[in-house]
């Protein structure tokens, strides 16, 4: 005498539909993120030269101790705003004419130390 109960028992639970949805598009959302990552990984390696985490961390620290600073042996004024510099290294750099550093951070050579190193870790 109670057509009610047999009725909800027969009939597939609502929520339980809902659910394996969420699940189909969650695992599509992983699928298209995971291809996503994949292709900018691919990107990365073609556009930049490879730098080992290592090597990355080892320059910030030389960096930190001033190897990569170079004093500015040479100054020229190239317009109101810009100094043209050359440091000791040789490799010129461009300065804020206000600026009153006597030296400067070299990224021709940090760049050069990267790559050197770069190479050297790879063997
Ligand atoms: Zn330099």
């Not at 028992?9 to 339980?16: A, F, G, I, R, V």
């Not at 809902?18 to 900018?40: F, G, H, I, Y």
Request: with cysteine.
């Amino acid at each position: 005498m109670k057509p009610k109960k047999q009725k909800s028992q027969s009939t597939p639970k609502p929520e339980n539909d809902v659910s394996t949805n969420l699940d189909k598009l969650r695992a599509k959302l992983d699928a298209s993120l995971k291809e996503s990552q994949q292709s900018s990984e691919r990107q990365e390696a073609l556009s930049a030269p490879q730098m080992p985490p290592q090597v990355i961390l080892r320059a910030r620290q030389l960096e930190k101790k001033g190897k990569f600073t170079k004093p500015i042996v040479k100054r020229t004024p190239l317009d109101m705003r810009w100094d043209s510099a050359e440091l000791e290294c040789g490799h010129p750099i461009r300065i804020f004419g206000s600026s009153e550093e006597a030296s400067n951070t070299c990224r021709e050579c940090t760049e050069a130390w990267l790559l050197r190193q770069a190479r050297k870790a790879k063997r």
